[in-house]
């Protein structure tokens, strides 16, 4: 039985229902800081605030599980203009699903981000091992994450495991406060308005991922065998390298008097600049077989069609 906190989230709203596509609805207990209407009619769901360590431990034994997928957390550019308050959901949050993980003996899964790079980190393949001086406090707050997950690994044995996310992209639940965020925006404005206005500007590549593939990366991650498992917390999985007039290229395939211009927003513009160009995914392929199905044109033609049928 899984726990899964955030999942009214961009990614907890999808791996839940991936979850209990693969482990049965009744076997994945959905956990948010509110809930919406019609959200306990898909299955379990508790409101908790991950803040909450007590509440979070009385949710875990309640429904006995055995796993803990752990996604409330505040995304980066929230994070800027809330930092304490970041400090506070990122990490709070954490180490109280780390003490319950610790406590009940659970499988553990935490995602942390192409964030924990920083300026000085190489911007292009950036290996597994490398400088990680983000200098964000989201960037801050996953750095810390990664170690923090670790040390529950070598410290306690709690077996836990995580990724570090590309800009995730989806048609199901817009993300909130990211700085990819553009490269899901674009998509709706290219249905809605045949033209988007991009506050990150030309040329500033970011590694990103289909939903569906991040969904998959986690499920085969958290089914791999351990003893293969050289590294914990965090893999570098990534499925492509895009700069938004990739994103324009792709959309005039399908829509060609698409126009795409910039209004470039210096906050997230430099949060992209710290971040890399490119990540080198070869560990997670080598210890745990990671593969992603979706490059930029299949996921274009996806994206376009689901939110067209939305
Ligand atoms: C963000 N989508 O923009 C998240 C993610 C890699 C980016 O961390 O903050």
Redesign the pocket.
């Known amino acids: 039985k899984i726990l899964v906190t955030g999942a009214l989230g961009?990614i907890g709203s999808e791996l839940v229902g991936k979850l209990r596509k693969t482990y049965g609805k009744d076997n994945v207990i959905g956990a948010d800081i509110r809930e919406v209407e019609g959200i306990r009619d898909a299955g379990p769901f508790e409101i908790a605030d991950v803040t909450n360590g007590d509440r979070l431990m009385e949710v875990a034994k309640e429904h006995k599980v055995d796993t803990i997928m752990h996604l409330a957390a505040l995304?980066?550019?929230?994070?800027e203009v809330v930092p304490k308050i970041a400090w506070d959901i990122n990490m709070g949050g954490l180490v109280n699903a780390l003490e319950v993980a610790h406590e009940l003996n659970l499988q553990f899964f935490t995602?942390s981000?192409?964030?924990a790079f920083g300026p000085s980190t190489p911007k292009d393949n950036t290996p597994q091992d490398t400088l990680q001086r983000p200098n964000t406090m989201?960037g801050v707050n996953?750095v810390a994450g990664e170690l923090l997950a670790d040390y529950y690994h070598h410290r306690f044995g709690v077996d836990t495991r995580g990724v570090?996310?590309?800009?995730?992209i989806s048609y199901v639940t817009p993300?909130g406060?990211?700085?990819?965020?553009y490269a899901v925006e674009i998509y709706y404005e290219a249905i809605k308005n045949k033209a988007y206005s991009s506050y990150i500007g030309k040329g500033t590549y970011?590694?990103m991922m289909y939903m569906p593939d991040a969904l998959n990366a986690i499920v085969d991650l958290m089914e791999a065998d351990p003893a293969k498992l050289k590294h914990r917390n965090a893999f570098n999985i990534s499925a492509i390298s895009a700069a938004p007039e990739d994103f324009e290229k792709a959309i005039k395939k399908h829509i060609p008097e698409f126009e795409l211009t910039y209004n470039v927003d210096p906050v997230r513009q430099n949060?992209a600049d710290s971040?890399p160009n490119s990540i080198d995914s070869s560990a997670a392929k080598s210890e745990w077989g990671f593969k992603a199905e979706y490059d930029i044109d299949k996921m274009t033609k996806d994206m376009l069609e689901k939110i067209r049928e939305k």
């Open positions: 961009q995304l980066s550019a929230k994070a995602p981000s192409i964030g989201y996953k570090r996310f590309p800009g995730l993300p406060g990211g700085t990819t965020d970011m590694d949060i971040w």
